[in-house]
């Protein structure tokens, strides 16, 4: 691993991904206590987007959708044990999802399964993700994430979506580990900034 | 482990830890409250730009109720949405025919018939003001709710019956051999559903030994051992196909073999049946690759609740299907099904099914 230079300890501003309407809270509290309509709510409303981004961490749409059930599934299980105040809804079902993904791809690392060719190197277009950030928040994140020169921003979105993980970093990023830590090291600085300087 | 802690954190966020690494930086996160924070925040914003980067896709059909089925919360499950539904209205009406009973005192004036009267809900009784009011009409509206829902409840019991009956000529997935009309298979054996998966393989095997210009195999094909255990040798002139559905997930594969070109402007139409006496419902058109040696194409009938109690190919002219009868019938399965209706042919549309590659 590459030594940094010292750097004190930031954390993000608060605020990102809050569920405010209480919406999101309220229908794990009811799955917490067997309300299956809530399950289906929720399904309704997250599996869309969970299934874009586990789709593009993997690779592969079918693994994608399995991961995405067995996300709602580990969801049912923890959701009486569902702590609102550490972590807002969306991030914990995110959370959840991202350690299935990570077991699937270590899971491909261990039997030398070949990853699919990683589409994310260029930064994405522009999205609304209602339903799950709200649209102050999306305004705020793509503000900050324009401030990124473009090998940043792709580099950070790569992060994001685990492509680091998947092929590692000189396979996917063609440059060296170092570098590329570098330029997420910066990138993670500016939007770190940006967003507090801009916090609602 | 990285000297600042934060960057620890992203490059754990980010999955760009190997397993060694994480574990111990797992263990520092637990006893540092700083650590815990800095990576919930990198969660929150990993969270916001995948959600916000990633492109919204629609899951496929029938997902939740694969995840309800996984849960145990459908058919049998102690919380199924259509029970609470049902057991909510039918408390809804109780509730109200309460109400009515105790507003006018009926209840006080036959005590005894007050049990009996609650579940009744066919014949409310009530006087005539509340009629008027829309009381009655609420009751009878709910009653029919009821009454639908206690329908389709038996139609998925119904279904879920079929499903998994057992019949000769049939296995789960279904699996049936088509084969000429007036046509019986030689071999009874033949019937047992390994065979009839082992030819559907070796249809398959055949399919990628010989690569034809128009074949389209299933995706996974090469993952399948291709070696059948019991399985007879495929004939090599009779034209046979072999319909492998599952009707829980409307997925089908179509696997013919030696079907001979349909000739000019003719191509063959693939049909199913529901049950004997139905009208066989248009499926659709095999591409014209089919036409000759082994091949496989998927196809979906529309909707999970058509269970086919057999299969049907046609050869007719141009691209429009004409009734299924004595003279364009050239496939049908199982090998000792009822005749197909001629005058109740459902041909009218496009039909409800799709075909894939």
Known sequence: ?200 | MNSDPYDSAAWRTFGMLDADEAVIFDEAMRADPGLRRACAELDRLAAAITAAAAEPLVPQAGQLERLQRRLGLVRGGGKSPLWVAVSGWAAAVVVAGTAVWREYGVAEKHPAKMADSVPVVEKPIAPPALEEAGGGMENKRLTAEIEALRKNLEEFHLRDRMMFQLLPGRALPLVMTMLPPGETAEDPAAQASAALLGDALAALNQSAREPQPMTAAPEDSSQVSLQPVDSRPMEQTQPSAIPIYDAARDAGTLVVNNLPPAGDGQVYNLWVTTGAGERPIYVGSLPESSASGADSFDFSLGSTMVLPSGFLITRDPGDKPATPGERNTVLLGPPTPARPVDSKVDDTGAGPGRWGR
């Open chain 1, 1 to 200: 691993m590459i030594e940094a230079e010292p750097s004190p300890v930031h954390a993000l501003p608060s605020g990102l991904c809050e569920d405010t309407t209480g919406e999101a809270a309220a229908l794990i509290e009811r799955m917490g206590k067997g309300d299956g309509t809530a399950l289906a709510e929720l399904h309704g409303m997250w599996s869309p987007v969970l299934l874009g981004i586990s789709c593009r961490m993997l690779g592969d749409r079918r693994e994608a959708e399995q991961v995405v059930q067995d996300t709602f599934v580990r969801m049912w299980r923890g959701s009486a044990e569902y702590d609102p105040h550490q972590s807002p809804p969306f991030v914990w079902a995110f959370v959840t999802m991202r350690a299935l993904v990570m077991e699937r791809l270590r899971m491909r690392r261990r039997n030398r399964l070949e990853s699919p060719p990683d589409p994310a190197i260029q930064p994405s277009e522009r999205r609304d993700a209602q339903k799950v950030i709200s649209s102050a928040d999306c305004r705020r994140l793509w503000a900050a994430m324009d401030q990124l020169d473009l090998k940043e921003r792709a580099c950070l979105e790569l992060a994001a979506f685990l492509g680091f993980a998947r092929t590692g970093i000189p396979a996917t990023a063609g440059a060296s580990p170092g570098t590329v830590k570098n330029h997420l090291r910066r990138a993670l600085e500016t939007v770190r900034n940006h967003l507090s300087r801009h916090e609602l």
